[in-house]
């Protein structure tokens, strides 16, 4: 058991790695796609929006698809396809193939999305303890190796297909290799699903979907904005206004790291507490700033402080539902990029029309309503291992080699 355990969280990690990895050379690369394809300034918004809004659709139908395929079966096959998809939008020559690459993109790595954190989910629980976070880690190390490849094709004025087919080429046979030991958690015990019936409550979930949308849009804030606020209204230097989403990233990597223990010594409503207001004080930060280096002290405390929200209401989700804890995932990652579709134009918006350092308070107070619903964090006894630790599972479920 302990080795299947061991096989799954580890391929599951690489899952997360990979996907951090391709969406960071997806994003980072915005402007070499606009200017490959000729996207105008007035279109280039109509196809960003449509890249989240697939995500979402694909989430939605993710949700109806695990009541007969299993999410290992699932994320199996969309992380190739994302994968794929990121290759045709740098290889493509006209904007209807970019349409197409970015359309199965958005679909897929919804799919890919909210069937990774389903069995990030269920091995915690297999687990017995929290483990939610490494896997965030995980994406948080991609992310980094991604925006530092993309850094290396603009320098160099690589082709966006040259830069991508390397990575894809590594990247896809071993998520396939990888996925043949993804593991697929059994639901939980009757006596652990409640009085729903391991049916999903909206009006339970609607505090967690609420935090999950201002964690993003909090995320969002800093990869949109962060570098525009240094250069325009603290007035960096270009070449220092890149470092900002830089310390973001390792920071977010670090937090991630080392939350778990805090969530198995602590308990996850206090570690979400404490991110929160870590994080309510690096907007703060940003938006007092003097200067640049007071700025990237913000942002610094931005990524220690944002960096556990997400994993831990995705966890926070499985534990509330634990007979549906796929279907609440599925329902929950839609605020994913509600919260992304919101927080760039929200903030761009308001720095117009009012000023970007008041617009930097505005996802500060969105950020601290997490204080208000930080007992959904905690629905059942929530913490993992010092004491808490549940016994683990006899039976981890099948791995995917069984579908």
Known sequence: MTDVLRRGRASL???FFAQGATFALLVTRIPAIQDRYGVSDALLPAFLAAVPILAGVGSVTTEQLVKRIRPSR????????????????????????????LGAFGLAVGALDASMNM????????????IML????????????GASLAWVGAHWHLALWVSYLPVVAVLLPAALVGSRWYVDGDPAPLEERGAEGGGVVFKLLLPLCLVMTFAYIGDSTVSNWSAK????????????ATV???????TTLLGRAIGDFGVRRFGAAAVVRLGTLVAAGGFAVVASAP????????????GLGLCVLVPQTFAAAGRLFPGASDAAIARLNIFNY?????????????????????AMLVPMVLVLVTLVYARSFAPQPDRYGGGHERPRTADVGRGSNGL
């Open 74 to 101: 699932l994320l199996r096959w969309s992380q190739p396809v994302v994968l794929l998809a990121l290759l045709g939008a740098g290889a493509g020559g006209h904007i209807a193939e970019l349409a197409v690459a």
């Open 134 to 145: 490494s896997f965030h880690a995980a994406y948080s190390l991609g992310g980094i190796l």
């Open 244 to 250: 900002p989403y830089n310390v973001y990233m390792v």
């Open 13 to 15: 990690a690489f899952s």
């Open 119 to 130: 069995l990030g989910v269920s091995l915690q629980r297999s687990y017995g303890r929290s």
């Open 338 to 358: 509600v919260g992304f579709l919101v927080g760039s134009p929200l903030v761009g918006a308001l720095g117009e029309a009012w000023s970007y350092r008041g």
């Open 229 to 240: 606020y240094l250069k325009d209204v603290l007035g960096s230097s270009e070449q220092l």
């Open 291 to 302: 200067g640049a280096w007071v700025g990237m002290l913000g942002f610094t405390l931005l």
